[in-house]
């Protein structure tokens, strides 16, 4: 029989822990189980290999959490920066609408690229080349947009490429996280099979000491 049938990762986790509780503490069922191989010995090394997956699946869930934190910074840091390019983008379209030159230098006589990278790359070297060239700073003034306002678009254009990283990196994590959770509950699932397996014959005559030990019997 499947001893995990319809159970989530939580839910067989939850069962093993009781399980070794029990089979550890319980009056009858601790001697009966040794009387069949499942003594304090073996059943402690089954009990680290539990605590492997649980603190496995623990970690994965910290990993997703981290991962969840940095792509939410990541597209509130995009949002941000949106709001103050597209409209700088806009006047600046307006300003240079005859002069191609400074439409093809910063990158404003096409359209916005709709995957990351590229769009990040517009955005850069929009901010780049304003702030290296005091005339094109000059016409933005015109139109009242400062040196500060286009140094603040330039630090958070910064900051999302940080954030960028940031969750990069978490996601990476996360996906590791998963891996070694996933093998780790394979180990310890295989283990309680032939656990539960030794134990249904052991209290076959007693089928609720089964039920002690966290394994559902139909009545």
């Not at 630090?155 to 978490?170: G, I, K, L």
Request: charged share 30%; aromatic share 12%.
């Amino acid at each position: 029989m499947s001893y995990r049938y319809n159970k989530t990762q939580k839910e067989r986790l939850e069962q093993y822990n009781t399980t070794f509780e029990n089979a550890l503490n319980h009056p009858i069922i601790t001697p009966t189980l040794a009387e069949f191989g499942y003594d304090e010995v073996k059943l402690s090394e089954g009990k680290q290999i539990f605590f492997v997956a649980r603190n496995a699946y623990d970690f994965k869930i910290t990993e997703d959490d981290e991962t969840k934190e940095a792509k939410y910074g990541l597209d509130t840091k995009l949002e941000e920066l949106f709001s103050i390019y597209y409209p700088h983008r806009k006047k600046a379209k307006v300003i240079f609408k005859n002069d191609p030159v400074i439409l093809h230098l910063l990158g404003i006589n096409g359209c916005i690229p709709t995957d990351y990278l590229s769009r990040m790359e517009i955005i850069k070297k929009f901010y780049t080349e304003i702030l290296n060239d005091e005339t094109l700073q000059q016409r933005f003034a015109a139109i009242k947009i400062t040196l500060e306002d286009l140094t603040k678009a330039n630090n958070v254009a910064a900051e999302v490429v940080s954030n960028r990283f940031e969750y990069v990196r978490e996601k990476g994590e996360s996906q590791d996280a998963t891996k070694n959770k996933l093998a780790a509950l394979k180990i310890i699932d295989d283990w309680m099979d032939d656990f539960y397996e030794i134990a249904e014959i052991a209290f076959e005559d007693n089928p609720q000491l089964l039920e002690v030990l966290g394994v559902y019997v139909r009545s």
